[in-house]
Nanobody
Framework: QVQLVESGGRLVQAGDSLRLTCTYS????????MGWFRQAPGTERDFVASINSNGATANLADSVKGRFTISRDNAKNTLYLQMNSLKPEDTAAYYC??????????????WGRGTQVTVSS
């Protein structure tokens, strides 16, 4: 059974940094692409970042480029999202997701329950 558990979200001030962690259990973590998404109240879930199975290719939404970094440690079955220079508009619940395949472009099949990030001005 695949499980994804996000952690690290909390209340921070604008300009602060935060690192989110997604701990994975289930089928071989290193076989699958992973992604981060976020959803603010009253809005749809938006793509934030993705990384392919071996970590060689990462993609970021334009809104977070230059500020966020996605990475993974396949030995620890863990996905990370390093968020720097946080802005109030980054406030959202952040979700990690496991890809259908090794490539991020093939969609996502499993989701965590999310961790809340709140950025105050």
């Amino acid at each position: 059974q695949v499980q994804l558990v996000e952690s690290g979200g909390r209340l921070v001030q604008a300009g602060d940094s935060l690192r989110l962690t997604c701990t994975y259990s289930g089928r071989t973590f290193s076989d699958y692409a992973m992604g981060w998404f976020r959803q603010a109240p009253g809005t749809e879930r938006d793509f934030v970042a993705s990384i392919n199975s071996n970590g060689a290719t990462a993609n970021l939404a334009d809104s977070v480029k230059g500020r966020f970094t996605i990475s993974r440690d396949n030995a620890k079955n863990t996905l990370y999202l390093q968020m720097n220079s946080l802005k109030p508009e980054d406030t959202a619940a952040y979700y990690c997701a496991r890809g259908r395949t090794a490539n991020a472009g093939d969609g996502y099949y499993f989701w965590g329950r999310g961790t809340q990030v709140t950025v105050s001005s």
